[in-house]
């Protein structure tokens, strides 16, 4: 049965405008549902039910007095464990911030806040963010909400199940190499990759700060443009922040794509691609030509290069970025004779398996010697990748693809073979290197009733026609299958 | 062909205690990675330039004007050990 938790950020938002549901009402229903089955999905690391209804009922009290209200007031949110909150537990799925509780709020986390989004809790991922199936968390993996036997993908993997199973409405991620989009593909939600810069990383707990992005799960086009509307924008605390004026995202995504060109990426139907994969893609692909956009095949011809380019680039700052646990200010401290032994023995025990692969190959990769055949050319090959999106764009308005090569794998298969983890992530990476914003849509099931993904991909800053793009392939797919977990639900 | 790695002087320049099983596998799993990655060498001649971000910003300044910074307190309430509101570190010159 459908409860107040399984309906759509916009619809709740009107509804209590309207005096049919309350906050309290709302957040009660998704505490409801953590309840009944966050036991088995396993998507928080830390609950804040009390935090969640004192908010509530500060917000139905405002209400009360007639203020104006944002779409995003009084909806519940889950946010992943990389972006700080003031006072609650900051952990990235690490042992080395078992105990870190943050000073300050992640200015993404800040903003969705001070519109009023009613925090449920902080959701499990990949150990800092480096992942594609959230099995590298220190505090073990989350479960998919449609098979509870597979991963949920990663890094974001918590925030993905939350929202697919309706633990909360909608719920902030982060996006490095796929890591918001390949887990909402796996868990059937929409997932949104911004334009790099487009929001802040203040307080995002830094992987890879050339490619780190803070981006959003959400059950519905409309509700991710409504989210991004909130966090988006210049912060002066993050250099990184384009200086774009604010605006209402959800505006305009209801307008027809007639003539739109929608170049169709061929790099991504080739080997590796589960045929159920392809065949859903392609469904969805005709019914955007059945909207009159038009539709042709383009190469991306160095996207074969970008995975190699990712895993050179991304543990090279990571490596770099990770020198701060240090076990001095703090974090987990192990007792060593003199500091560099603490540092090693802090570091040696803190980490997980994943982490310390990512910063060894950074530090191999950046150091003296082997710096300009592996950094330097990786550097290289992303100049050669932003200029095929150049190429692409100049010729279509948004590019096409299936999010990920496959549906979602079972727990324990690919924990022993990196870099057929590392392959989860190859349509989603290039994003990422050219900083370009990409949202991932479900567009059906496999024959196993796993939901597949569907990548749109525009350019620099054109986030309106992707949200377009989108929304009108949401409308025409009227996808509305739901986790089997939940249809066993009794109502309560 | 795998890349061959000198583990003990890359952890040692991570500052990182991997114990013996773990500096097995990392050798394995990092030659094998890197040999992948090499593929980069393939294309990208000298001419291309590199691209450090995607989105380049440059001279990113705000105004000089001193706002409110973190409590010393608040600063200090994550310190694994402390004295006298001061980080306590282990000595930091190696001596046996």
């Known amino acids: 049965m459908t409860e107040l938790c399984d309906l759509l950020a916009s619809d709740l938002s009107a509804m209590m405008r309207a005096g049919e549901a309350s906050a309290v009402e709302v957040v009660g229903s998704c505490l409801g549902r953590i309840e009944a089955v966050d036991g088995r999905v396993k998507a928080f690391l830390t609950l804040t039910p009390e935090v969640a209804r004192e908010r509530a009922e500060a917000l139905d009290e405002h209400r009360g007095n007639g203020a104006p209200q944002s779409p995003v007031a009084g909806v519940p949110i889950a946010v992943k464990d990389v972006l700080t909150t003031q006072g609650i537990r900051t952990t990235c799925g690490s042992r080395i911030l078992e105990t870190y509780v943050p000073p300050y709020d992640a200015t993404a986390w800040v903003r969705a806040s001070g519109d009023g989004a009613v925090l449920v809790g902080k959701t499990n991922c990949d150990e800092f963010a480096m992942g594609s199936s959230n099995e590298n968390s220190a505090f073990g993996p989350v479960h998919n909400p449609w098979d509870l036997d597979r991963v949920p993908g990663g890094s974001s993997g918590g925030s993905a199940a939350a929202v697919a199973a309706g633990e909360a409405i909608w719920a902030l991620g982060t996006d490095t190499g796929g890591s918001v989009r390949q887990p909402a593909s796996l868990c059937g939600v929409v997932g949104l990759k911004p334009t790099y810069g487009l929001v802040s990383r203040y307080g995002l707990i830094a992987f890879a700060s050339s490619l780190d992005t803070v981006g959003t799960f959400t059950r519905s086009v409309r509700d991710a443009a409504s989210l991004l509307s909130s966090i988006a924008g210049k912060d002066d605390r993050d250099a990184t922040s384009l200086d774009t004026p604010y605006r209402d995202y959800s505006e305009g995504i209801e307008q027809e794509i007639t003539g739109l060109r929608i170049g169709v990426v061929r790099e991504t139907f080739g080997e590796g691609v589960e045929p159920a994969v392809a065949a859903r893609v392609r469904e969805a692909i005709d019914r955007l030509a059945g909207l009159e956009a038009s539709i042709e095949e383009i190469s991306l011809p160095h996207a074969d290069y970008a995975l190699s380019a990712y895993y050179l680039i991304a543990p090279s700052e990571a490596s770099s970025n990770l020198a701060r646990y240090d076990g001095m200010r703090y974090g987990l401290r192990v007792d060593g004779k003199h500091s560099v032994e603490m540092m090693m023995k802090t570091r040696g025990a803190g980490f997980g398996p994943e982490v310390k692969r990512r910063i060894m190959l950074g530090t191999y990769a950046l150091s003296a010697g082997y710096f300009e055949a592996f950094y330097g050319q990786a550097q290289k090959v992303r100049t050669l990748i932003i200029r095929d999106y150049e190429a692409a764009f100049a010729r279509f308005d948004v590019l096409v693809s299936p999010t990920s090569p496959t549906t979602a794998f079972r727990i324990g298969e690919r924990v022993d073979d990196p870099l057929a983890m590392y392959l989860s992530d190859v349509f989603t990476i290039p994003a990422n290197l050219a900083g370009v914003p990409a949202i991932s849509i479900p567009c059906g099931l496999d024959e196993a009733g796993l939901p597949v993904g569907f990548q749109i991909t525009a350019k620099v800053l054109d986030e309106p026609t992707l949200l377009r793009v989108a929304h009108a392939l949401e409308q025409a797919l009227a996808f509305s299958a739901r986790p089997p977990l939940l249809e066993a639900l009794t109502p309560n | ?96």
């Open chain 2, 1 to 96: 062909m795998p890349v061959e790695i000198d583990i003990e002087h890359v952890a040692r320049l991570a500052r990182l205690d991997l114990a013996d099983e773990e500096k097995e596998r990392l050798k394995a799993q990092l030659g094998l990675i890197l040999e992948h990655a090499a593929k980069v060498g393939e294309v990208a001649a000298a001419e291309v330039p590199p691209t450090a971000y995607a989105v380049p910003r440059s001279n990113v300044f705000r105004p000089d004007v001193p706002e409110p910074t973190l409590p010393h307190a608040e600063a200090m309430a994550n310190a694994p050990e402390a004295e006298d509101e001061r980080f306590k570190a282990p000595r930091i010159v190696e001596m046996e």
